[in-house]
């Protein structure tokens, strides 16, 4: 059970919306924020002594769109958290529960402009403001990551193969791409039709994938030696060159001679090489997927 839960943790899942996209995430939050606030008047909010309730509770959302703009560039550029490093269920909690965390601390200190200083310096009040931020905050960060909830399941219903399920269910779940890494900590899953490319990064792999009408990278620690060995069951994925394996499909043009090529991929604009000695082997696949 435990290590089941630890694998869990550890799941490929997209990023939440409010952490890829800092500033729309941050107007959507602070809407839902104050329309929240002001419908249901939760955990026994009240008006400062400046403002009256709707405009105290619009000031705080307002103050509180600072830091987590602040928060959430931050975390994106941490290695252990950045975008390009493959983003998983354990990550997306940490960096929920930093976020609204420090919030709660900067909604603290920023309630001394609004109340009285000798009522809010205290542990209860400090405690009370986090408890409010984390409570009402929690709602706009946790839809956006239930949303995404079906990439999980689709992962779910590829280890109930073979237990009963009907065939024709499975389908497309049964292609889906289950890669590994050499500390054995990281897993990214993916379809076929999602991978353009990987490029070998030193001890990494960096790979090219589509979803949500654009193309993300994820980053895992491997060879491209191994990868190209976990690969190898689909027919249409090439390793071009020696740090190079890439989707025929996504192939859209090519340049060059039998000495090598250039190739350009759907939606990338680098061009990806293929050497010499793969050129025959990568003409006879192109006619065969295109």
Known sequence: MVKRFYKWLYQAYPQNYILRKPYVGTLIFLAFCFGFAVLYKPLKMHESRFFNYDLTMAAYCLASSLPLIILVKIINKIRYFSKEKAWTILKELLATGIVLLGMGIF?????????????????????????????????????????????????????????????????????????????????????????????????????????????????IRNSISNIEQQLSAIPFF?????????????????????????????????????????????????????
């Open 107 to 219: 909604v603290y200190f920023i309630g001394f402009l609004f109340e009285s200083p000798a009522q809010r310096w205290n542990l209860f009040t400090f405690f009370d403001s986090c408890k409010h931020v984390f409570l009402v905050g929690i709602i706009p960060f946790a839809f956006f990551t239930l949303i995404n909830y079906p990439y999980l399941f689709s992962v779910q219903i590829v280890q109930g193969i073979g237990t009963g399920t009907d065939p024709s269910t499975t389908v497309q779940a049964e292609e889906l791409i289950q890669i590994g890494s050499q500390l054995k900590k990281e897993e990214l899953s993916f379809y076929p039709n999602q991978f353009i490319y990987a490029e070998s990064d030193g001890n990494y792999v960096v790979f090219y994938l589509k979803g949500d009408h654009q193309i993300r990278k994820e980053i």
């Open 238 to 290: 090439m390793r071009t060159h020696r740090a190079f394996i890439i989707n025929i499909k996504e192939v859209l043009s090519k340049k060059g001679n039998s000495l090598g090529y250039h190739l350009k991929l759907s939606g990338i604009e680098a061009e990806i090489p293929v050497s010499r000695q793969n050129t025959q082997n990568f003409n006879q696949l192109l006619k065969q997927y295109r």
